[in-house]
């Protein structure tokens, strides 16, 4: 999956304003020679799926394109705590001013991707898709679900724009299942699949009836859920979501169901600890 390189240098551009603000670095601009070059190293001082590099290369380019980055890793593979990931060469300002957003970046992302891993682990099934939601930092979906997919997951929607999913609001406000279901159907086009939200057997029962594509078992015991599973059989795809963690999700998969939304991937994760360490005298 490749990041979007506009969004990416939107997000980059506002990340180095929110840092540097007006006044640039006062403590590395009064001490430091402009002439000043360093080498440095991005390490991990913990276990992790490594998962930004775009980004970071993105940052140090953005402020100074002088900067030379040698990466010896790649997304997604898995770096043992006390790992060389890169090495960074150029003027020593233009390091310190990009050091602090570039690991803001690096550390968030690589913690998704790690995350994600383990999800995706747990299940063990490549026959079931491990999904993100919307559930992510505002103006940084586009990194984080990049972040999703690097961890070997899958994206849901990106947006209210890209899906129509029918959750118990909208369904409420509708008048209910059925009605929801005819009144999108009319307005949308046949090439865009309906998800219909349930949180029970018997709006099961309405979601099949209205030949819903998608239905998502939303916080549903796992009796009921396999249930739900074995009565929609092959008429909709099977996704569930709310309450997965890693100690239940293996269980949640063996009732049969094709998807697992998780929020947590994105909005409940650790961030992994990764340095940038000047190489010399200190």
């Given amino acids: 999956m490749n990041i979007n390189n506009k969004q990416l240098d939107k997000i980059v551009e506002n990340a180095l304003k929110e840092d540097l603000g007006f006044a640039g670095d006062i403590t590395s601009d009064n001490l430091i020679a402009d002439c000043h070059e360093s080498k440095a190293i991005l390490k991990f001082k913990e276990k992790g799926v490594l998962a930004g590099i775009p980004v970071v290369k993105k940052v140090f380019s953005k402020y100074d394109s002088d900067i030379c980055i040698d990466f010896f890793k790649q997304d997604g593979e898995v770096i043992e705590n006390g790992e060389s ?14 050091e602090r957003t570039a690991l803001n970046f690096l550390q968030r992302l690589t913690g998704i991707a790690t ?3 383990k999800y995706v682990d747990k299940v063990n099934n490549d026959s079931i898709r491990i999904t993100d939601t ?10 984080e679900k990049y972040a999703v997919r690097v961890g070997s997951g899958y994206n849901h929607r990106f947006g209210l724009y890209d899906a129509v999913m029918l959750k118990d609001n909208h369904i409420i406000a509708a008048g209910g299942i059925k009605k929801a279901v005819k009144k999108i159907r009319s307005q949308i086009s046949h090439t865009v699949k309906i998800e219909v939200e349930v ?3 018997k709006q099961v029962k309405k979601a099949v009836s209205v030949k819903a594509d998608i239905i998502m078992l939303d916080n549903m015991e796992l009796d009921e859920m396999e249930k739900a599973v074995n009565y929609i059989g092959e008429q909709a795809i099977v996704e569930a979501s709310g ?5 239940n999700i293996k269980a949640v998969a063996n009732t049969g169901v094709n998807v697992i939304s998780i929020g947590a991937l994105t909005h409940q994760l650790k961030s992994i600890d990764i340095s940038l360490d000047f190489v010399g005298e200190s």
């Avoid at 990931?85 to 990009?98: F, R, V, Y």
């Fill in 85 to 98: 990931i890169a090495e960074i060469k150029g003027n020593t300002c233009s390091i310190l001013k990009g």
């Fill in 115 to 117: 995350q994600t891993a």
């Fill in 134 to 143: 919307r559930k992510t930092t505002p103006t940084l979906r586009i990194l």
């Fill in 199 to 201: 949180e029970n057997f």
């Fill in 243 to 247: 309450g997965i963690t890693l100690e």
